[in-house]
C-alpha cells in the first residue's frame, strides 16, 4: 500500500501543553535568528484540547517564560486562586489541616486546561505552526540505520475485521529531521520507544494514578470563586493512596475530581465509585445541592517522579511532558512542567537543526539543559513523598513533614516505585465493597457519565483495546481477580457476559475515554491500547 508523505523539520505527537510548548519555542527561535524551520504538530483528538483532561490549577511559571503577555493576548487563565484548604475526612467530619507548602497556591489560577491548550493552539498556528488535529499517530517510521524518520497516522475507514471499507484511506507519513513524542500519559508511541531504545533501563518503573472528573454548574450561594479544597482520608483506607480537589472557577462552575493510586492492592476496588461515594460527604454534598452536571471525563496520571524518568533522547527523537512523567504529584501539577520540558527540547532541537544536517541525531543537550532548570530541581526536591505512601497513610504524612521541613527535600536516600500491575492481590484474599446505587442526583453510573464525555468512535472500526492473549481474561483475571476489569475502567468498557462458568469478557470500545487505565493496571499486561481512527473518543468541553 502506498502511503503519501510530507516533510518537515520538526514534527510533534500531541496537542498537550508540552507539545504546543515545545511548538512555538520553536517557532519563536526561528523568528528570532532568521531560519526557516517547518513545524508539524499532530493531534488525535478531533480538535486541540479535545482530549485534555486536568483539574486543574495551573503555575503560570513555563508560560510567563513563554508568553510573558499571555493575558493581554487573552490567555484563559480568568480565576485566581484566593483560597487554599486542606481536609482529612472520615466518613462524617472534615478536619482542617495546615495546608503542605507544595500545595499552597498564592499566585495561581484555576483553569479549564483544555481551554488554555486551544488558546496556545492559536498562539502557535500564528507563528506559522502546521497544526492537524483529528489525526492520530499509529507508527513510528524508522530510517535504514534506525534512527527515527517519523510517524505514520492511522489509516481511515478499515472495517473491524481491518479490511478496507468502502471510505478506506490510508495514512500519512510524516517524516521529520527530529520527531518529538508528547503523547501524554502512557503514550502508545513512546511504549514502543521504551522498548526498542531500552529508554527505563535503570530507572524505576512508571507509576500512575486515575483521575475522575466531573464539572458542575452549581447554585451562585454556594458558589465560591478562587476556592481550592483538597482532601484525603475517607473513602480510601488508610493503605490506599487517593485525594480529591474541589475547585471554583468563573461563572458558577465547579470542578470536582477525585484520584486513585494505581498501585491498589484490593481488586474489588472501582475508581468510579469511590469518586460517586466521595461526593455523598456531609462536607462536599452541600456545594452541589440544587446543581447540574455538566461533564465528565477521566485520564491517568504518570506520578513515578524524579526516579522515574526515562532516557529523553534517542537518534531522531525525543520526549517531553507527561510521556516522560514530568508530574509533579505532591504538587498536584504538572502543565507547567510539561510546557518546560517542551520549551527545553525547542532549545537543544533548535540548535541541533541549525548547525548543519543533523537529520536521525540525537538532541543529547536536551536533558544535559533541562537538569539546569527549576523543572529538574522541583522534582528531585519532592522525589520521596509519593513513595513513602507505601508505608501508609499516616506513615507517609509524618515523612513527608520530615522531608520537606527538615531535609527540604535533600534526604540523602531515594525511595524507589513497584509497578502497579503487580500490586493486585486475589480476590479471595481481599474484602468486596458494596457501593451504594447511583441516585441520578448526585452520584451517577458510568454509562450515562460516558455520555457527557461525547465520547465517540466509529463503530465499524477495528477494535483499539487489543488482547495479547485473548484467553487470559477467562483463565486469570475472572477466576482470580474477579474480573478487575469491569472496576478499574471508568467508562464501562470492560464485562463480562454469560452464565456462570461460560462467561466471556465483552469490549465496549466505543465507551472508551482513552484514560489509559487498562493499559496500565491489567495484572499480566494482556491489555494493550492502540490509537483508533483519528478524531475518536471524548469532546471535552471546558475540561
Not at 34 to 55: F, N
Not at 280 to 298: D, I, K, L, M
Not at 306 to 333: C, E, S, Y
Not at 373 to 394: A, C, M, Q
Request: net charge negative; charged share 20%; glycine share 10%.
Amino acid at each position: 500500500m502506498e502511503r503519501e508523505s510530507m516533510e518537515f523539520d520538526v514534527v510533534i505527537v500531541g496537542g498537550g501543553p508540552s507539545g504546543l510548548a515545545c511548538a512555538i519555542r520553536l517557532r519563536q527561535l526561528a523568528a528570532e535568528r532568521g531560519e526557516d524551520l517547518s513545524v508539524c504538530l499532530i493531534e488525535k483528538g478531533s480538535e486541540i484540547g479535545a482530549h485534555i483532561l486536568s483539574g486543574a490549577v495551573m503555575e503560570p511559571r513555563a508560560l510567563n517564560e513563554l508568553l510573558p503577555d499571555w493575558a493581554a493576548q487573552g490567555a484563559p487563565l480568568n480565576t485566581p486562586v484566593t483560597d487554599d484548604r486542606f481536609m482529612f475526612l472520615t466518613q462524617s467530619r472534615a478536619v482542617r489541616l495546615p495546608t503542605p507548602p507544595q500545595m499552597e497556591n498564592h499566585g495561581n489560577f484555576i483553569v479549564s486546561l483544555g481551554n488554555v491548550c486551544r488558546w496556545l493552539g492559536t498562539q502557535a498556528e500564528s507563528l506559522g505552526v502546521d497544526i492537524y488535529p483529528g489525526f492520530a499517530a499509529a507508527e513510528v517510521l524508522f530510517h535504514d540505520d534506525g534512527s527515527v524518520k517519523g510517524v505514520a497516522t492511522g489509516d481511515m475507514g478499515r472495517a473491524k475485521d481491518g479490511s478496507e471499507g468502502p471510505n478506506f484511506a490510508p495514512g500519512m507519513e510524516l517524516h521529520a529531521r527530529q520527531t518529538i513524542f508528547a503523547e501524554g500519559c502512557r503514550g502508545s508511541l513512546t511504549k514502543s520507544l521504551f522498548e526498542r531504545f531500552k529508554l527505563r533501563d535503570g530507572v524505576d518503573p512508571q507509576v500512575y494514578g486515575i483521575g475522575i472528573k466531573e464539572l458542575w454548574e452549581v447554585q451562585p450561594d454556594r458558589h465560591h470563586q478562587g476556592q481550592v479544597t483538597h482532601t484525603i482520608g475517607w473513602p480510601m483506607d488508610t493503605q490506599t493512596y487517593g485525594g480529591s480537589w474541589e475547585y471554583h472557577l468563573e461563572d458558577n462552575l465547579v470542578s470536582i475530581g477525585f484520584v486513585v493510586g494505581l498501585n491498589y492492592s484490593n481488586p474489588w476496588i472501582s475508581p468510579f465509585d469511590e469518586m460517586q461515594r466521595f461526593k455523598t460527604h456531609p462536607a462536599v454534598r452541600e456545594t452541589f445541592a440544587g446543581a447540574r452536571r455538566v461533564s465528565y471525563g477521566a485520564r491517568a496520571i504518570s506520578a513515578g517522579g524524579f526516579q522515574a524518568i526515562p532516557k529523553l533522547t534517542f537518534p531522531g527523537g525525543l520526549l517531553v511532558g507527561d510521556t516522560a512523567g514530568f508530574l509533579n504529584l505532591p504538587k498536584i501539577k504538572g502543565s507547567h512542567t510539561a510546557m518546560k520540558s517542551g520549551m527545553t527540547a525547542a532549545e537543544a532541537v533548535f540548535d541541533l537543526l541549525t548547525t548543519g544536517d543533523k537529520a536521525g541525531k540525537e538532541a543529547v543537550e536536551y536533558p544535559t539543559r533541562l537538569q539546569t532548570t527549576w523543572l529538574w530541581d522541583e522534582l528531585y526536591r519532592v522525589r520521596n513523598i509519593k513513595p513513602s505512601f507505601h508505608w501508609g497513610l499516616w506513615p507517609a504524612v509524618a515523612y513527608s513533614a520530615l522531608d520537606t521541613y527538615l531535609f527540604r527535600g535533600k534526604a540523602p536516600w531515594t525511595f524507589h516505585h513497584h509497578p502497579d500491575h503487580e500490586s493486585l492481590k486475589p480476590a479471595a484474599e481481599c474484602q468486596p465493597i458494596d457501593y451504594p446505587k447511583p441516585d441520578g442526583v448526585l452520584t451517577f453510573d458510568k454509562l450515562s457519565s460516558v455520555f457527557l464525555s461525547n465520547t465517540n468512535h466509529e463503530e465499524d472500526q477495528p477494535c483499539h483495546l487489543t488482547l495479547r492473549d485473548p484467553t487470559v481474561p477467562t483463565k486469570l483475571n475472572l477466576p482470580v481477580y474477579a474480573g478487575p476489569e469491569q472496576r478499574f475502567c471508568p467508562a464501562g468498557v470492560y464485562e463480562y457476559v454469560g452464565a456462570v462458568g461460560s462467561q466471556e469478557l465483552r469490549i465496549n470500545a466505543q465507551n472508551c475515554v482513552h484514560c489509559k487505565t487498562c493499559d496500565i493496571k491489567d495484572p499480566s499486561q494482556n491489555i494493550n491500547w492502540v490509537t483508533p481512527e483519528g478524531g475518536g473518543g471524548p469532546n471535552y468541553p471546558n475540561m
